[in-house]
């Protein structure tokens, strides 16, 4: 079955300190992949995604194929990252998106 | 401004009572989904549009429906609601490319069927 899994709900990390945010994936194929973000009273909104291979806010993602994982990395966390993060999956050929369990992140100060 | 907008943000009813959340997308987008966000579980997809009139299941489908009948609008029918959707649900919109591209979502709307 296709699945994204965020295997930490909760994440807190020190102003300064690098983050990894994990996600793994089970798709057959290659599927597209994306980070979702909610910071605190605004909407969910798109971070970044692997098919652009950019850095967003400092933030980037690489996927790792061997290992089915996409990975959030920022190597200086800044208070203003603290937010909702989501994977999320789409399979070749596809228009349902799924999404992982959600990682809360803390910076703090 | 560009948006999406849900219609009622909170919704308190009771078990049966037939109810609608509406949607609506001022940016001319073709794509249109519904999600519903629970504790533990993330977001699940309940249906998407890719176009006028053209629907599909999402991952959890049962006890929804959903119509297009204009491009802006994707609303959200709950026929017969009944307490385990109780959840917060979103819905969200994007362009020519439809999940590829980049989804622009709503405020959410909170049901409780009690």
């Known amino acids: 079955a296709q699945r994204v899994t965020q295997p930490e709900k909760l994440l807190s990390v020190f102003k300064g300190a690098p983050v990894e945010l994990k996600c793994n994936y089970s798709y057959s194929g290659s599927p597209e992949l994306f980070w979702y973000v909610q910071y605190s009273r605004q909407r969910l909104q798109l971070l970044l995604r692997?098919?652009s291979r950019e850095s967003i806010k400092g933030f980037t993602a690489d996927l790792n194929k061997g290992e089915t994982s996409f990975h959030l990395k920022k190597p200086f966390a800044q208070e203003e990252d603290s937010a909702m993060y989501y994977c999320a999956a789409l399979g070749q050929g596809a228009q349902k998106l799924v999404f992982g369990q959600g990682t809360r992140l803390t910076i703090n100060p | 401004e560009a948006q999406v907008t849900q219609n009622p943000r909170y919704l308190i009813t009771v078990t049966g009572k037939k109810l609608t959340v509406t949607c609506s997308q001022n940016?001319?987008?073709?794509?249109m989904s519904w999600y519903r966000q629970d504790p533990g579980l993330g977001l699940r997809q309940i249906y998407y549009?890719?176009?006028?009139?053209?629907?599909d299941k999402g991952d959890v489908p049962e006890g929804y429906k959903v119509s297009r009948k204009e491009k802006r609008n994707f609303p959200l029918i709950l026929e017969s609601p009944s307490p385990n959707q109780t959840s917060l649900y979103f819905c969200?919109?994007?362009?020519?490319?439809?999940?590829?591209?980049?989804?622009?979502f709503g405020d959410g709307t909170r049901l409780s069927i009690l």
């Open positions: 940016m001319n987008h073709e794509y």
């Open positions: 549009s890719m176009n006028v009139e053209v629907t």
């Open positions: 969200a919109s994007s362009s020519t490319g439809g999940a590829r591209q980049p989804q622009h």
């Open positions: 692997h098919i």
